[in-house]
Each structure stands twice: as structure tokens, then as C-alpha cells.
């Protein structure tokens, strides 16, 4: 189904739970399959399995995240589904409830994920197909594209996403958002980047979340009130 064909399909609770709940259910079986191809020294394969699962993880973060906002607003609907389909927006999302938990792990999560978003840029996977390198001239192949080490890093990682995604979308009650955080959720890119103004807006985030407020309205006033002081 084209992206243009997903964004006029309406929302509803029971849409999204559905799509939370399957999404979830889908990263468990990937991540059941990511080892064994691990232990058949499929690095590759298993890699691009964990990346997947860690996707599933974001969209159903997505998902549960949605089910708290006003969907019947239409600025906001179509910002809850245009970050379905943003790869590192859902990538960005799948790791919010492990480092909302595990703060400390920001750097070495990370960069992981900045791994995968800029991977995730090249129109053929390297864990599926052939090519050219284009700086040497040789031949890639799949499992010449990661190795061991680093794929076992990847499910890993893509496990313990799922841990705590599955914990904060099944077995937590999604948080009623206020209008002024559904205005927030939805604005567009250029006006958060006008609200940060040189802040850095992850670490304005994970202050909140150490202080015990993990609302992203929060780490927005955080941003604009820091942007006003510097202004005087």
C-alpha cells in the first residue's frame, strides 16, 4: 500500500491498538529468528532482522503513543501518520521506553540507531544483496557487510528494546495528552527546530526524564524558555 494510500485511512483506537499490538507480536517472532540465524553465522541476515524488529518495537511505540492523543484532530492524525512512516522517526521511538529506563545507555544506544538511520539511507540493503563498493571497486557481499561481533551487538540491542517497548505498550496505560501537547505533536519540522534555537534537544529530553517528566511538551517549554534566557 502507497504512503499516499495510508494517510487518508482514518484513525481509530481500535486501529491503532491493532497496529501496536501486531507490530509488537511481529519484532517477538523476528527476534526469535535473529538468533538462530546468529547461531548459523548468518551475521548479516540477523542483523537486518534485529534492525526490523527494532522498527516493529517504533511503530508500536507509535501506536500506543496515539492512542493518548486526539486523533480526531486532523493536524494531529496526520503527524501520527507520517511518523509511521518516517524509518528514524520509528527507529527513534523504539528506543524511547529502554532509555527513558536506562538513561546512562544514551551514547552507546545511540549510536547504534544513528548506525541504522544512516544505513537505512541506501536504497539496497547490503544484508540482501550483492554490489560494488564504489571507493575500491570490490564486490560486496551480505555477510561481508557486518561481522559477528557486531551483528550479536545489534540483537542484543534490538532484545532489550523489545523488553522494555513490550512492557510500556502492553502493560502501561497510554498517557491522555493535554491539547497543548497534541499542538506540540503536531507541529512541523521547521517550527521545532526554530523552538530549539541551539538547544540540544535530546539532552533538554533526558534531563527530563532524570527529574521524573518524560513528557515531550516538557522538554519543549525546557527548549523555549532556554532559547527566551538567551535572548536577554
Do not use: C
Amino acid at each position: 500500500m502507497s504512503t499516499a494510500s495510508q494517510v487518508s485511512i482514518p484513525l481509530s483506537s481500535r486501529l491503532l491498538r491493532t497496529i501496536r499490538d501486531v507490530a509488537i507480536d511481529n519484532a517477538r517472532q523476528l527476534l526469535h529468528e535473529a538468533p538462530l540465524l546468529l547461531r548459523h553465522h548468518h551475521h548479516a541476515r540477523a542483523a537486518m532482522l534485529a534492525r526490523v524488529a527494532i522498527e516493529e518495537v517504533g511503530r508500536a511505540v507509535q501506536a500506543f503513543d496515539a492512542l493518548g492523543r486526539n486523533v480526531t484532530d486532523e493536524a494531529v492524525a496526520m503527524r501520527v501518520k507520517l511518523n509511521f512512516e518516517d524509518y528514524a522517526k520509528r527507529l527513534n521511538a523504539a528506543v524511547f521506553p529502554l532509555l527513558l529506563e536506562e538513561p546512562q545507555r544514551r551514547d552507546e544506544v545511540m549510536a547504534q540507531i544513528d548506525d541504522l538511520i544512516e544505513a537505512g539511507q541506501s536504497a539496497r540493503d547490503p544484508a540482501l544483496y550483492t554490489g560494488v563498493d564504489s571507493l575500491t571497486g570490490r564486490v560486496t557481499t551480505p555477510n561481508g557487510s557486518i561481522g559477528p561481533a557486531a551483528a550479536s551487538r545489534r540483537v542484543a540491542l534490538a532484545k532489550d528494546i523489545f523488553a522494555r517497548g513490550e512492557m510500556l505498550v502492553l502493560f502501561t496505560p497510554p498517557k491522555l495528552r493535554t491539547r497543548a501537547e497534541d499542538r506540540a505533536f503536531a507541529l512541523r519540522p521547521g517550527e521545532l527546530i526554530a523552538a530549539r534555537q541551539g538547544v540540544e534537544a535530546w539532552e533538554v529530553y533526558i534531563e527530563n526524564i532524570r527529574a521524573g517528566d518524560a513528557r515531550f511538551d516538557s522538554a519543549l517549554d525546557e527548549m523555549r524558555r532556554r532559547a527566551a534566557d538567551g535572548e536577554r
